[in-house]
């Protein structure tokens, strides 16, 4: 059964967001979530430098169930289906809300592509069935405002 996801905004300041992967797509996660102002963790076996970099709270350590008290939701972004499978599985025993990276069939919420200027906040999601297109249509929304904006 193909999966709809309502599109909602959700407030996450002060939340504890855990992701659990160190490598370049958990880099890629962080980066977006660093706009909000959620407390972003990192547990992950090797984690790269570039993580460290970004200030997040880092542990280096195997993943375990124990790991998802207290947290808001998760991003999985470990390239592991076994291990992600698990994460779903212990996430929803904890009411943990949890996004498999690039897997929106395990994947309880999806992230839209988005764009912000001020107050204003414009969300693009596809289902989480055409990413590349949702992006497209957020980047030509972005610039129509933009130039909207130029004008005034």
């Not at 970099?53 to 880092?58: L, Q």
């Not at 912000?116 to 129509?144: C, K, P």
């Amino acid at each position: 059964m193909k999966k709809k996801y309502l599109p909602i905004s959700i407030d996450i300041s002060d939340s504890k967001i855990l992701i659990i992967g160190g490598g370049r797509r958990a880099l890629k996660k962080i980066k977006i979530l660093l706009r909000f102002d959620a407390q972003l963790e990192v547990v992950a076996e090797n984690i790269l430098d570039e993580v460290i970099a970004t200030g997040v709270v880092c542990f280096q350590k195997k993943y375990e169930k124990s790991d998802l008290k207290g947290y808001l939701m998760l991003y999985s972004c470990t390239n592991n289906e076994t291990l992600d499978r698990q994460i779903l599985q212990d996430g929803r025993e904890a009411g943990v809300l949890v996004n498999i990276h690039d897997n929106p069939a395990l994947c309880q919420f999806v992230s839209p592509a988005i764009y912000q200027d001020g107050n204003m906040t414009v969300a693009v999601g596809s289902n989480a069935l055409d990413v590349y297109e949702a992006i497209r249509l957020r980047n030509q929304i972005q610039e129509f405002l933009e130039n909207q904006k130029s004008k005034i």
